[in-house]
């Protein structure tokens, strides 16, 4: 089974610019999350989609916002970039959504606000 | 919200050498996960083991959860294990997972 994979792996962009990430689970997977990870904060949980819907959402600010398709892909994008806004965006994926099930990772995205 | 400490924060081993990793946390836990992240990046699962004892290879995790804590052990430990370990848990009222702070791990040859 292909694991959970991002794209793009590496993007740079500057101030004020939006950011579109993008996620596919693992096949059958239909919970997807979304972490920042930096050196300041660590790994901070940013949102959940399962089932299309955004079932929790972590502490961040508007500029940040995501969405799941029918077929569990899921995007995050990031409005109006500030330079803290740079981090390793990391998606993960698990079966049912529920609280008990096995997390797994992608390979996450870098980004570099200039 | 629940907290998750893990100690030591830094390790350095001389290739050969056994270390013990220990994640504490402040809540009952339904999900317990440990991961090694890679240089790239990337966050590889160890373990899953919300309670109970498991070993993969050099590897074994232990998690008491009336005690509220975690115990990665490597064993033989190899360059290839250098990196930052992360203990992560769901507790019984969230459904996100709350990463702690990691240890990373420096192994010399």
């Known amino acids: 089974k292909a694991g959970v994979t991002q794209t793009p792996r590496y993007l740079i962009k500057t101030r004020g610019q939006q950011v579109t990430l993008s996620c596919s689970p693992i096949?059958?997977?239909?919970?997807v999350s979304w972490y920042q990870q930096t050196p300041g904060q660590g790994l901070q949980f940013l949102f959940e989609y399962f089932s299309e819907t955004q079932r929790n959402k972590g502490n961040f600010p508007g500029r940040f916002s995501g969405r799941q398709f029918s077929n569990s892909r899921s995007e995050m994008n990031v409005s109006t970039l500030e330079l803290g806004d740079s981090a390793l965006y990391l998606c993960?994926?698990?079966?049912?959504?529920?609280?008990?099930?096995?997390?797994?990772f992608g390979p996450g995205t870098r980004l570099t606000v200039l | 919200g629940i907290q998750v400490e893990q100690s030591p924060p830094d390790l350095i081993l001389q290739e050969g050498a056994n270390s013990t990793l220990r994640c504490n946390f402040s809540?009952?836990?339904?999900?317990l996960q440990w991961f090694h992240q890679n240089p790239w990046g990337q966050l590889i699962n160890l373990f899953y083991i919300p309670s109970g004892t498991k070993q993969n290879g050099r590897l074994s995790a232990t998690t008491v959860a009336t005690e509220r804590y975690s115990l990665l052990y490597i064993s033989s430990s190899q360059t290839t294990d250098s990196g930052v370990y992360f203990c992560?848990?769901?507790?019984?009222?969230?459904?996100?997972?709350?990463f702690g702070p990691g240890t990373r791990l420096s192994v010399l040859p």
């Open positions: 809540d009952s836990v339904n999900n």
């Open positions: 993960a994926s698990r079966l049912q959504g529920v609280r008990g099930n096995e997390q797994f």
């Open positions: 096949s059958g997977h239909r919970s």
């Open positions: 992560a848990v769901v507790d019984n009222y969230g459904q996100n997972f709350v």
